[in-house]
């Protein structure tokens, strides 16, 4: 099937959050929003087809997720599109990945105990390790010719007395796709000194470049301490819909996550739309994703050459997977909050600023391309608006409206 992703989808007065509740992040309203990580398009025809029969059938009562369709087809997705097995009674269901990474932190460490992440970082992952009582150690990535580097003797220094590495892979949000040498290499550290790693696999599905995503659990040979959360909605926009699942090769870890869900937190039925959104879409949706692949390529490649052309201190290059777009501004003459300003009241534009996800995020930004190229003319437009005013007025005190 043939997708259009150039359709303009109004969103607006659908309770979105990107959209509609704009002013929370960015204290205005009627901007033009490439903020939060959700894309602008519409789900595949599949999903949507059932979907509406489901609906129509106005039968929503408890729902069972325990079954092989559901544990099959995220098998089967993983094997396909990734190239990697799993046992099916590894897998289980939860209502968010953020959920699973949360839950995961409280079972495989105790307060205090140090867990690590890199920086710059999906905002939650900090707020989720010192949330539940963790001690939270950043790795700071290293810039390096549009790329970013793990620093493994630093990172090895940080990991021995640490209880947990947090990973985030691919990595919102800067788009790097862990190499297989990386992951090795992040592997056989956390086993040297017993650190369990759990990894958040959301945005796995979008790929820009040659480089392939490797999943944790292709390790599984060499150490045995892994724990993946992951989820379809990011790859076919359905997080309005709910549901995501945990692999769990630990079967003790498993039955406790079970005991938390079932008989903590009586998370007992998952989403009855959520669920057929993960069976359908990673089954009968690949075509969906190799087009949306080659969109949000083609709006990369878009950006890449609009920065180049009309905002040269702005430097970009090509993620190698994400649909977010990580834009180093460390050279253009004004603070983030300058900039910031500019954009808001000048351009009306929303950008994510690079501060948000971290120290190592300062004087970046994260624009958000999954959405049709017109939205995203527009926004660079607005972007160009407030940066020529910024350097009109580059005296000033500062945007007014
Ligand atoms: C890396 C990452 N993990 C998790 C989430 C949120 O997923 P969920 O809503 O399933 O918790 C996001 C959303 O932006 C994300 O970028």
Redesign the pocket.
Known sequence: MKYNFDEINNRLGTYCTQWDYIEDRFGEKDLLPFS??DTDFKIPKPISKTIQKVSQSELYGYTRWNHEDFKGSIAQFYKRRHDCEMNLDWIVYSP????SVSLLIRLLSKPKDKVVTLNPM?D?FFTVIQDNDRQLESHYLQAQNGTYEINFSLLEKQLKDATIFLL?SPH?PTGRIWTYEEMEKIISICKKYGVKIIS?E??MDIKLKENKHIPLLSFLDIYDELYTAS?C??TFNV?GLIG?YAILPNSQVKDEFLHMTRKVDFLNSPSIFGMYATMVGYTECDDYIDQMNDYIRKNMEYVQQFLFENLPDFHFSMPDGTYLGWIDARNVPFTSEQIQDAFVHVGKVAIMKGETYGKAGEKYLRLNCGCPKAKLEDGLQRMKKAMDWLYNNQKGGGPKE
């Open positions: 939060i990580s968010s990945v953020m959920y999906y939650s985030c919102n958040d959301i945005h989820s909605s990011k997080p995501s």
